[in-house]
């Protein structure tokens, strides 16, 4: 189903304008006792909020979690650039220990997936390919539903590419030739692209695109990402993009979700950015956890109307709660 949701509306826990960190980690009353809260967490109103006792993650080796699952975004998130941001290897290793479903979800088309578990294995984390999800994959999924067999025109990078021709699907050069006009994140885009792009939809091609972020974070600083290529397209066709299959789409909640093999209830999205990771997050029915070591400020959080349920500095926040 393109444009909706499968789960509806979604379940909004309470006002989406969080004042106080009330972290319902723990269900049984009094199971961590009273031992000392080993970190903190951020409220939407920019006060620190220490974690009480029934408020911890608690020692999970031996206590249930409230999530049985926990989506990661990469970019900002898990690493920035070509290192792994403070405490994210910890987190994975207690949660994979203690038996939770963790996978990692991004928006980012310019590697493959086998690229990103390399990279994770890499740095650290050592990651099967079936573990790793981004908008390439859930776009050949896409296509494969909605296209099925159509010959698609790529603004985006090699990687992209690579997917699309592993699913079977032929990239073609000629406008008159092209079915499907793909926007992504492309650092290598040009006028002749665009030619391309404008010439095809003119003629009655569609137009999707893997993702709309705006830039990618990178080290001091960022990358124009996605949505620069689609508001150029749609500038010149006047034609709005058809789809977008990355965060925040319900499409790429339902592929997360599939991909966990959990519904979105027991899944905890832990991502850097509001308008991508936390947005699809809340719609689809999650529990969100935002992280500052991303595209997010707290003065960008604290104007936004939509707010996470939980907000850490970084992972390693989490990793310093869950930590025995």
């Known amino acids: 189903m393109v444009g909706g949701s499968a789960w509806g509306t979604g379940s909004w826990r309470g006002s989406i304008k969080a004042t106080a960190v009330t972290v319902p980690l723990a269900r049984k009353a009094g199971v961590w006792g009273s031992q000392t809260p080993k970190a903190s967490f951020f409220s939407s109103s920019g006060g620190v909020q220490p974690l009480q006792a029934s408020q911890r993650y608690g020692r999970l080796g ?28 910890e987190v994975i290793r207690i949660l994979r220990r203690a038996g939770r479903r963790v996978i990692f979800l991004s928006n980012n088309p310019t590697h493959t997936s ?26 050949v999924r896409w296509l494969e539903a909605e296209a099925p067999g159509s010959r698609v025109f790529v603004v985006g990078e090699q990687a992209l590419c690579d997917e699309l021709a592993a699913a079977g699907f032929e990239m073609v050069m000629r406008a008159s030739e092209v079915d499907v006009v793909i926007a ?12 391309i792009a404008f010439d095809a939809i003119r003629r009655g091609a569609r ?11 990178v080290p001091g600083g960022g990358e124009p990402d996605a949505a620069a290529v689609i508001a150029a397209i749609e500038a010149c066709t006047a034609t709005r993009v058809e789809v977008v299959v990355g965060k925040p789409s319900p499409i790429m909640a339902r592929a997360a979700s599939d991909r966990i093999g ?14 991508t990771d936390i947005a699809m997050g809340r719609a689809a029915g999650m529990t969100t956890a935002l992280v500052l070591t991303g595209a997010t400020t ?3 959080l604290a104007g936004s109307a939509l707010q996470p349920d939980y907000v850490a500095e970084g992972l390693f926040e989490v990793a310093a709660a869950l930590r025995p």
């Open 114 to 139: 086998a690229q990103y578990a390399a990279k994770l294995s890499r740095l650290g984390i050592e990651t099967a390919v079936c573990d790793v999800l981004n908008s390439s994959q859930v776009l």
């Open 262 to 275: 959990l519904p979105p209830a027991r899944c905890l999205m832990i991502g850097d950015r509001l308008e």
């Open 62 to 89: 031996s206590m249930i979690p409230v999530h049985d699952g926990y989506i990661f975004d990469l970019d900002g998130t898990v690493y920035l650039g070509e290192e792994l941001l403070p405490g994210a290897a």
């Open 298 to 300: 707290r003065e960008l």
């Open 207 to 217: 137009f999707v695109a893997t993702n709309a972020d705006r830039y990618c974070p």
């Open 184 to 195: 992504s994140f492309d650092r290598t885009f040009a006028y002749p692209k665009l030619q």
